[in-house]
């Protein structure tokens, strides 16, 4: 990574109140793997450095608005792609246990070889979907987190995490600018699968300025065993 990029992070960082200086060679490292990665592999579409550092590294860190990933908790990542959010907020909470979750072979083999090179003991990915993982008892109602960036709607989210949280464990999705629409969509599924949307936070991505929206859903209740529903339903045919 060059000077603008290990400045843009620093900035980033600093506006979420973060201090990341004993990090930045665990940044650059990734910054590194990711590019190979992408060489071999395609794994992301943002390819500049300043994509990079904002829309990944610093926008995968805006999970930590709130401070509902503190403490030595489990976090399952739905859909953790070639690895964020878990990366960035590894490196900045060594405490948490990581569970990063994709159904694509490759991301994850990816996500193994780069949590093994950066040294991330407590990241542990899996291959799998989350609808099967949510029907598995080795996985349903186990974690104290399921975080998530852009991978579905509110609504298909809720049906997805929620069987896979204990309860009290709280859904922490992190989405671009959400519509009244999809929050009372989201609102409603919640509720039928056993939670409750507690919190929605919009705010500005550092330095970028776009909308973003931290919506965090709590488990009140033990999830009907009718959800999740079987692969493809949930997005399918939301439940709201
Ligand atoms: N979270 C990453 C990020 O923010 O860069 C990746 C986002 S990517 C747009 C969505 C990812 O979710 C894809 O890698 C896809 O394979 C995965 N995915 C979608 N539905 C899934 C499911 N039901 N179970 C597991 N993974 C899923």
Known sequence: ?????????????????LKIESQLPAFERLFELLQEGNTRLNLTALKTEEDIVLKHFVDSLTCLRGNYLEGSLSVLDLGTGAGFPTFPLALVRPELHFTPVDSTRKKIDFVRETAAQL???????LV????????????????????VRAVASLPVLAELALP?????????????????????????AAGEVGGKVQVVDPFELPILGDARTLIII?????????YPRREGLPTAQPLF
């Open 128 to 147: 799998g979907r989350a609808e099967a993982l949510g029907r598995d008892a080795e996985h349903r109602e186990q974690y104290d987190r399921v975080v």
């Open 164 to 188: 896979l949280l204990r309860e009290g464990g709280l859904l922490v999705a992190q989405k671009g600018d959400i519509t009244a629409e999809e929050l009372n969509a989201g609102r409603r």
């Open 218 to 226: 709590e488990k009140l209740k033990p999830t009907s065993s009718k």
């Open 1 to 17: 990574m060059n000077r603008e990029g290990l400045d843009l992070l620093r900035q980033g960082a600093g506006e979420l109140g």
């Open 119 to 125: 040294g991330l003991d407590q990241v542990v990915p």
